[in-house]
């Protein structure tokens, strides 16, 4: 989808002024002069004044120009201008530095949009799909504003598509077409319809509602409206106001409102800054990290030693700060309910380790086409530890464990498992994808997919692959510490074993999207 660029529409406010220069040139250039000085109050928004032209003598039937028992034959007639006038209101509206939109509502229309060189070109509810107008419109070369107020979802769609192959900067405005609009036919919950149907597309709300309204325009900035637009006036004694249109002083606290909504909600689309007085804050409420038992200098600081209060003094590790992937070695003697610091203490992170293994297997498992389940256990058997885990280990998946067991074991290319055996389970391996090298008592052999070894208890066996390989392995129940290595560096070794949890979208792209 071919989208707008969102800049140009960003915190864009548009006053409304319609007919509400009530056919006087004066009276309009005084409202526009009114509304320019509210827009200065509010720099961070970018105001807009915008006008509506219609071709009089060929917007109104000729048979129907005296008709004023039609409401909008009346209305119009009564406050028609002729062009020279729009020329001199676009020209105060220039000198006062507002930016200006137009609502044509006929082809001669646009051309004079064109001609007297205003920013945006907006399409009223009503023109949504005046495809004439529309095709007219989209050759002004115009940012395009869209009100939708009585659309159907078809017509919505067929239009959006319109201007994106045309490749035309717009934005679409919710609206409710009811003068005023009561606030149980707001329907704001369009603008999140907007964003989810059509992702990227800037989106803004075009009200009715009571000018006393204010809270309506602060859910729509919370709701991710971009453009506001508001019809607007100028109260005298000789001009009224209609009960859809706002008063300079209810326009400030409509503007005012907006600006204290999008101060609440903050930045979008990335991640919000952290003050140092809230970092603080949070900081003494984390528990600190202490040992349970006294550590010698030199030796492992186990999990299992560990335990997290308040206090935390300052350089002392955090709760916060641990991670599965955190190797913690004491530099000094530590005495029970001692501190851990991070002066006192060595620590090894093997979180990119562990992560450059996941994307190897994630990719060997998605060229496999091994169905796995949704929801993964994952063990990594590290027998020499996780640096060399690509030389010397596997990887397992384990799917059930009862009297039966069954387990996917994952060999990258050039991993070998080293030898062991079982004194309690016997296992059988299926091989599905790739070979895989099987010693079983000395005796090597290469297996291909589709081929089932029977590993018997007590039976010394080691495998690996060249290639890569993806086997099965169902067996007898499994149970812990049934593995007995060959070498006693193994059997003695602490932590040869990393766990993690993973949800099967961990394998699109070939393992790069690691949760």
């Known amino acids: ?18 007919n509400n220069h009530s056919g006087d040139v004066e009276h309009g250039k005084a409202l526009i002069r009114k509304y320019a000085e509210v827009a200065k109050k509010f720099p961070e928004f970018r105001c807009v004044i915008k006008f509506q032209y219609r071709d009089i003598p060929t917007f109104i039937h000729p048979d129907f120009k005296e008709r004023f028992d039609f409401k909008y034959v009346k209305r119009f007639s009564e406050t028609a201008l002729p062009e020279e006038a729009f020329i001199e209101m676009k020209k105060c509206a220039d000198e006062c530095g507002i930016l200006t939109a137009c609502t044509p509502f006929d082809e001669v229309s646009v051309d004079r949009v064109i001609k007297h060189g205003f920013d945006f070109l907006k399409i009223a509810s009503c023109s949504f799909t005046d495809w004439p107008l529309l095709e007219k419109a989209a050759s002004a070369g115009k940012p395009v504003i869209i009100s ?16 994106e192959h045309r490749q035309i900067d717009f934005a679409l405005m919710h609206c409710v077409g009811s003068y005023p609009t009561p606030d149980t036919e707001l329907e704001l919950n369009q ?149 851990v610091m991070f002066d006192n203490t060595q620590i090894i992170n093997r979180r990119s380790a562990v992560l450059s293994i996941i994307r190897e297997l994630g990719a060997l498992l998605a060229s496999s086409g091994v169905p796995l389940m949704n929801r993964m256990n994952l063990e990594l058997s590290h027998h020499y530890g996780i640096d060399k885990f690509k030389h010397s280990g596997c990887a397992i998946i384990t799917c059930i464990n009862r009297e039966y067991c069954k387990k996917i074991i994952a060999l990258l290319p050039g991993q070998n498992n080293p030898t062991h055996t079982h004194k309690q389970k016997e296992e059988t391996f299926h091989v599905l994808y790739g070979d895989m090298t099987l010693e079983l008592n000395g005796v090597k052999k290469t297996f291909h997919p589709g081929d089932l070894i029977v590993v018997e208890r007590g039976v010394a066996h080691s495998f690996g692959s060249d290639t890569g390989a993806v086997m099965e392995e169902i067996s007898t129940t499994h149970f812990p510490n049934d593995s007995f290595y060959d070498d006693p560096a193994i059997q003695s070794a602490e932590q040869r074993k990393t766990y993690m949890t993973f949800y099967a979208d961990w394998l699109k792209d070939g393992g790069k999207t690691i949760r």
């Open 191 to 339: 603008l999140d319809y907007y964003q989810h149907l059509f992702p990227g597309l800037p989106v803004g709300f075009s009200t009715h509602e009571d000018p006393e309204n204010y809270t309506a325009v602060m859910l729509a900035v919370a709701k991710g409206a971009l453009i506001l637009e508001r019809h607007v006036g100028l109260p005298t004694e000789k001009y009224s106001l209609n009960a859809y249109s706002s008063t300079p002083e209810q326009t400030e606290k409509w503007l005012a409102a907006a600006q204290k909504a999008y101060a609440m909600c903050g930045v979008k689309e990335e991640r919000r800054s952290i003050s140092e007085k809230e970092a603080s804050d949070l900081q003494g409420l984390q528990r600190g990290v202490f040992v349970k038992a006294p550590v010698k200098k030199g030796e492992r600081i186990k999990s299992e030693n560990l335990f997290y209060a308040i206090p935390c003094l300052p350089g002392q590790m955090r709760a916060n700060d641990l991670s599965k992937y955190l190797e913690l070695t004491a530099q000094e003697d530590l005495p029970a309910n001692a501190p």
């Open 148 to 163: 939708t107020a009585g659309a159907r979802q078809e017509d919505i769609n067929n239009v959006v598509s319109f201007f």
């Open 1 to 18: 989808m071919a989208i707008g660029n969102k800049s140009i529409f960003d915190r864009l406010v548009i006053f409304e002024m319609a």
